[in-house]
């Protein structure tokens, strides 16, 4: 083989590596999870795996776009969000982020309590979970006790962990702050 036959093959195969790089997605993993942090009952969010784009969707505007409501009878700064809502549930580029059901936030403020390594404190704060109004009674306890910072990196590192391991099952590759 030639010295330039072997120069060709070389910058051949980087070419192809470059482009190959190209289509892979790596996206941040604080934007996925600041957009899960947004979601609700009614808000539903997707990455386009081919351009990396979050994209936050409405509950009505994706039952607009399913059955095809005629987009002119919605204010103007509704139609681009169906719009897109319809390229969403037409395309194989989105994909759902975990919703809301499945980041199960009280099973996340349970594994928090239980983690706490004051026994005491930690049965006070299960016990406060229990039964109507959990929420409100965690949030006021976690105040109460001084345990606020405590609670706010603990849900961090669980909803990054459920990002993480998303999109582990969807073969993407994120980037941390510290890289």
Partial sequence: MSLLSTAFIIQYLAVELRDLWSMVLIVKLQDIVDEMDTLSDELHAYLNKQTGELVTISSEELQAAEEEDAIESYPEWQ????QKAQEILDSDDYLSLPSKF?????SIIERFCTEIEDAELSDELLFQIQGSGAFQRFKHAIYRYDIVDDWYRYRQKALEKIAIDWLEVNSISCTTNEE
Avoid: K, L, Q, S
């Fill in 102 to 106: 499945d980041i199960h936030e009280y």
């Fill in 79 to 82: 139609r681009e969000a169906i």
